[in-house]
């Protein structure tokens, strides 16, 4: 008898391991589709564990089980967490990507609106080189010894 029991033990054991990697494997694959397209893209978009069951080949009813309440718990908080960090819906997706738009849309205007500063900044300084340069050019006709400040030598010299 105790011979029979262990077989059942290491086959319910087996069946519980197949049965998660299943479900492990079909959480890969979904996560693989939401990166891809932006969404979940099967049954309208609603990801529930009923789903997931359904995409694993599995009853819906197998998680409920009581071996599988770890699995059960897994499944749930994954499904938790992807519900914070990705729309699983088209709706939900494009709402999203048009925050993100919108998003990019103000760091672009604000990126712009440094670039005008720099710009005319950069305009003035050009007009004061050529200021000083005249005046740099002016005193040296007239005969006014002017130190260059970039090499440190004389320019009369």
Not at 34 to 55: H, M, Q
Not at 88 to 98: D, G, I, M, Q, R
């Amino acid at each position: 008898m105790g011979e029979r029991v262990e077989k059942l033990k290491a086959s319910s054991a087996a069946r519980r391991r197949a049965t998660e990697e299943r479900i492990f494997e079909t959480i890969r694959t979904i996560e693989a589709e939401i990166a891809k397209d932006g969404w979940y893209p099967e049954n309208n978009g609603a990801l529930t564990r009923t789903e997931v069951c359904r995409r694993a080949g599995i009853g819906s009813s197998t998680l409920r089980n009581e071996h599988h309440r770890k699995t059960r718990d897994l499944v749930d908080e994954w499904l938790h967490q992807l519900s914070l960090r990705s729309p699983t819906t088209v709706k939900a997706a494009k709402v999203t990507t048009v925050q993100k738009i919108e998003w990019y849309e103000g760091v672009i205007r604000q990126v712009s609106a440094e670039v005008q500063k720099i710009s005319v900044e950069m305009e003035k300084l050009r007009a004061e080189n050529v200021s000083l340069r005249l005046q740099l050019k002016a005193s040296n006709e007239l005969g006014k010894k002017v130190i260059e400040m970039g090499s440190r030598r004389s320019i009369n010299d």
